[in-house]
C-alpha cells in the first residue's frame, strides 16, 4: 500500500509540474525542424490524387534502411500532390505511420 501512495504521489507530482510550463515551453517541445540531412532525393513519377498517393524513384531511405528503388508512397496531406507533376525532382522525408510508408515532408530539389 505505502508504494502505490509514493508511486501516485510522484505521478501527482509530475502531472501538477507538466500544467504548469508555459505553454510556449510546451509547444518548443513539439515542433521540430525540418532537418534537411533526414531528406531523401528523389523523382516523381505518377501522382494518384484519389488514393492520396505518389510514386518516386528515390535514393537510399537512410531513416528507413531502405536501398534506391521506386516505390508507391501515401502522402501525409493531400495538398502536397498539388504542389508537384511527375518529373520533378523532389527532397522528401517517409516516415511508417499506422503501418503504412507516408510522406511526411516534401520540397522541390536539385
Not at 505553454?23 to 516523381?44: Q, R, Y
Not at 492520396?52 to 528503388?69: A, E, Q, R, Y
Request: glycine share 6%.
Amino acid at each position: 500500500m505505502k508504494t502505490s501512495s509514493v508511486l501516485f504521489a510522484a505521478l501527482a507530482l509530475t502531472l501538477t509540474a507538466s500544467f504548469n510550463l508555459p505553454l510556449s515551453a510546451i509547444a518548443a517541445e513539439e515542433i521540430k525542424p525540418v532537418d534537411t540531412a533526414a531528406m531523401s532525393a528523389g523523382e516523381v513519377r505518377k501522382i494518384d490524387k484519389e488514393a492520396g498517393k505518389i510514386t518516386i524513384k528515390h535514393g537510399p531511405l537512410l531513416n528507413l534502411d531502405m536501398p534506391p528503388m521506386t516505390m508507391v508512397f501515401r502522402v501525409k496531406d493531400p495538398a502536397m500532390l498539388d504542389q508537384v507533376k511527375p518529373g520533378d525532382k523532389i527532397n522528401f522525408v517517409v516516415e511508417k505511420a499506422n503501418g503504412a510508408l507516408t510522406v511526411t515532408q516534401m520540397q522541390a530539389g536539385d
